[in-house]
T-cell receptor, first 118, second 117 residues
């Protein structure tokens, strides 16, 4: 079974600074997706960024980028020019693309609470 | 196109009562996933359904929990004889029909927060 680990329960950053959230995962599969989701106090799950395992290029979405190290099974999220609205819980998630019994379900890490200081 | 709808947003039950949580997927989506988020934890997969079929219930507790997705109407997650440990946020997510090659995003609803007194 796949596992996702976020070893930083809490992180903080000053507004306009850069912060990196860590995520590691364990899998024996080669075909999968990785995601970062944001959960603000409203609890709505918002997709921030996704990475396909077969793509070597790191995904980027505006101020959000990832550092995907497939061999190390590491998937960190970098938030540049942090804004107050970035304050939330961030979850790393894994999804197998191997078909079979995976059925596209997501496996989540424990989450990292990000605080942004003005 | 309206997003995934869940109701109620908040549900309070006393121990031993039944809880029914509803999820209406996005238009055109025929796949529904239910996840549970216990306090201070990440989301955990519970069950995956297609119209009129339970495909994967490997994350569902063996007793008291059931789910359905009828041909017409919303998907229902039902918890019988609730206990305090069932207090959590329950999220559903919908996605279009799976394809073997292309990416399918899951769109999440706002969740139902269940409190068991």
């Amino acid at each position: 079974a796949q596992t996702v680990t976020q070893s930083q329960p809490e992180m903080s950053v000053q507004e306009a600074e850069t912060v990196t959230l860590s995520c590691t995962y364990d899998t024996s599969e080669s075909d999968y997706y990785l995601f970062w989701y944001k959960q603000p106090p409203s609890r709505q799950m918002i997709l921030v960024i996704r990475q396909e395992a077969y793509k070597q290029q790191n995904a980027t979405e505006n101020r959000f980028s990832v550092n995907f190290q497939k061999a190390a099974k590491s998937f960190s999220l970098k938030i540049s020019d942090s804004q107050l609205g970035d304050a939330a819980m961030y979850f790393c998630a894994y999804r197998s693309n191997a078909g079979g019994t995976s059925y596209g379900k997501l496996t989540f890490g424990q989450g990292t609470i990000l605080t942004v200081h003005p | 196109n309206a997003g995934v709808m869940q109701n109620p947003r908040h549900l309070v039950r006393r121990r031993g009562q039944e809880a029914r949580l509803r999820c209406s997927p996005m238009k055109g989506h025929s796949h529904v996933y239910w996840y549970r988020q216990l306090p201070e934890e990440g989301l955990k997969f519970m069950v995956y359904l297609q119209k009129e079929n339970i495909i994967d219930e490997s994350g569902m507790p063996k007793e008291r929990f059931s789910a359905e997705f009828p041909k017409e109407g919303p998907s229902i997650l039902r918890i019988q004889q609730v206990v305090r440990g069932d207090s959590a946020a329950y999220f559903c997510a919908s996605s279009p029909p799976l394809q073997p090659i292309f990416y399918n995003e899951q769109f999440f609803g706002p969740g139902t927060r269940l409190t068991v007194l």
